[in-house]
């Protein structure tokens, strides 16, 4: 991901946030370039539930603003919980029900509990093999655009929206349909399910948002070299197999 090679946005990231790295797709690599696979971004509390997520590769800008967004948020939260009596989870859930409405003129109404979610049912992401990995997490029903957002604003944001790598048309309760790219679609989803554990969302985000497999495949390297025999026809070469690394 570009962004991480931003000062701004890696002096940002190691003063407030503890980075790891974890591959859960694979991809092949032939010539030295990659094919397939993509990437998500979560931004986490301390025991590892979500607090947001950057779906898909952005611009320095866009991560910074959504890095410093998280930061921003949690201290308002940890203030207003003590104001409210609310619980973290769900004032955070409201935020990002906030943000969809003023960012992307959309409402969706946050969910302030944890339905029970299966771990092996019919709705549950698996791998390859059948194993199951996570579960499906369903987004909150959209209730249809803000009255208050303005109708050439809308449309605009919409063009926009539409015009996004990933882009899906989202039903509302009217039947219309609205155009979300992968950050609306994760602010959609986060409306229901912040300070979800991270080992149950990412399976909603990747396969879902990314439109990708979630995989415990190691990463296929394919050899560069089409003149040997074992090169033929894009084989990969014996014990070429590896996991990726960061």
Same mark, same amino acid.
């Given at each position: 991901?570009?962004?991480?090679?931003?000062?701004?946005?890696?002096?940002? $990231?190691?003063?407030?946030?503890?980075? +790891?790295?974890?591959?859960?797709?694979?991809?092949?690599?032939?010539?030295?370039?990659?094919?397939?696979?993509?990437?998500?971004?979560?931004?986490?509390?301390?025991?590892?539930?979500?607090?947001?997520?950057?779906?898909?590769?952005?611009?320095?800008?866009?991560?910074?603003?959504?890095?410093?967004?998280?930061?921003? +948020?949690?201290?308002?939260?940890?203030?207003?919980?003590?104001?409210?009596?609310?619980? =973290?989870?769900?004032?955070?859930?409201?935020?990002?029900?906030?943000?969809?409405?003023?960012?992307?003129?959309?409402?969706?109404?946050?969910?302030?509990?944890?339905?029970?979610?299966?771990? +092996?049912?019919?709705?549950?992401?698996?791998?390859?093999?059948?194993? *199951?990995?996570?579960?499906?997490?369903?987004? *909150?029903?959209?209730?249809?655009?803000?009255?208050?957002?303005?109708?050439?604003?809308?449309?605009?944001?919409?063009?926009?929206?539409?015009?996004?790598?990933?882009?899906?048309?989202?039903?509302?309760?009217?039947?219309?349909?609205?155009?979300?790219?992968?950050?609306?679609?994760?602010?959609?989803?986060?409306?229901?399910?912040?300070?979800?554990?991270?080992?149950?969302?990412?399976?909603? $985000?990747?396969?879902?948002?990314?439109?990708?497999?979630?995989?415990?495949?190691? $990463?296929?390297? $394919?050899?560069? =070299? *089409?003149?040997?025999?074992?090169?033929?026809?894009?084989? *990969?070469?014996?014990?070429?197999?590896?996991?990726?690394?960061?």
């Amino acid at each position: 991901m570009s962004a991480l090679a931003d000062r701004r946005v890696g002096a940002f $990231v190691n003063q407030h946030f503890v980075s +790891s790295f974890q591959k859960v797709a694979t991809f092949r690599i032939v010539g030295g370039q990659k094919q397939g696979g993509n990437v998500a971004t979560y931004f986490c509390a301390a025991d590892g539930r979500v607090l947001h997520v950057i779906p898909g590769p952005v611009n320095a800008d866009v991560f910074l603003a959504e890095a410093q967004w998280v930061v921003e +948020s949690v201290r308002r939260g940890l203030a207003n919980r003590e104001k409210t009596g609310k619980l =973290f989870k769900v004032l955070f859930r409201e935020y990002h029900a906030e943000r969809l409405r003023q960012q992307y003129g959309l409402v969706v109404e946050p969910v302030p509990f944890d339905p029970e979610l299966e771990s +092996s049912g019919a709705l549950t992401y698996r791998d390859p093999s059948g194993r *199951p990995l996570a579960p499906v997490l369903p987004p *909150p029903p959209l209730d249809g655009p803000d009255v208050k957002f303005g109708l050439q604003l809308l449309q605009q944001r919409q063009a926009a929206e539409a015009a996004l790598p990933l882009v899906r048309f989202v039903p509302d309760r009217a039947g219309r349909r609205w155009a979300l790219g992968p950050l609306a679609q994760a602010q959609m989803l986060l409306a229901a399910h912040a300070l979800q554990p991270i080992n149950k969302l990412y399976g909603t $985000v990747f396969e879902h948002i990314l439109g990708e497999k979630i995989s415990t495949k190691p $990463v296929e390297i $394919v050899t560069p =070299f *089409p003149w040997r025999p074992e090169g033929k026809g894009g084989q *990969p070469l014996p014990g070429a197999r590896r996991l990726a690394t960061p």
